[in-house]
């Protein structure tokens, strides 16, 4: 027994993980801002699966002989992994010799729970984790960005006024109405040994 406590052991090295608290802690928000997302994505899985429970039950016992294993195959349908239990589903039904309407009707129900399940609900749970995880660093990304548009600005402003500035000194000294050659603005006047 004390031998397997040894691989506690291992856990010595997490703290040499980068930034191993801010992770813990985007992870932790990410899953309170997904909770409702998943939450309903298991509830539409649930319901899909004893809808599917009742239709296939005769048809593919292997798939949906009962409620849980007609829940797991409707989650490897909704994770990717479903044309294979749609596949067998058909097969099945083909090999009883039933209608080919309703093997439309199967594909097309099974396309439906991929869409639906798979490709917008997964999807959008997975989008949300994302964006939860990635919040913070996106938030030090926007702060550095207006720092650095503020200074551009401010450059900007003082390259204009040191270009209005330079135009107002050549012109000055190119009036002939001004006898001295320096510009009419006192601020851009040339000291007195310049001129």
Excluded: W
């Amino acid at each position: 027994i004390l031998r397997t406590l040894r691989i506690l052991k291992f856990y010595r090295l997490i703290e040499f993980i980068p930034n191993f608290k801010d992770t813990i802690r985007a992870l932790n928000r990410a899953l309170r801002a997904s909770v409702f997302l998943i939450s309903a994505f298991l509830l539409f899985n649930f319901v899909v699966s004893l809808f599917t429970y009742h239709i296939f039950k005769d048809i593919a016992p292997n798939n949906f002989g009962n409620g849980l294993v007609s829940f797991y195959s409707t989650m490897k349908t909704v994770a990717g992994e479903g044309f294979e239990v749609a596949e067998k589903v058909v097969g099945e039904e083909d090999a009883r010799a039933m209608p080919s309407f309703i093997s439309t009707v199967t594909r097309f129900y099974f396309l439906f729970i991929i869409l639906t399940g798979g490709i917008i609900g997964l999807s959008l749970v997975n989008t949300v984790f994302i964006n939860e995880v990635t919040k913070e660093n996106n938030h030090e990304l926007e702060e550095k960005l207006s720092s650095v548009q503020a200074d551009m600005t401010i450059l900007k402003t003082m390259l204009q006024q040191l270009m209005s500035e330079k135009s107002g000194l050549a012109i000055g000294r190119l009036n002939p109405d001004n006898p001295t050659n320096q510009p009419s603005d006192p601020r851009t006047r040339l000291p007195p040994n310049q001129e």
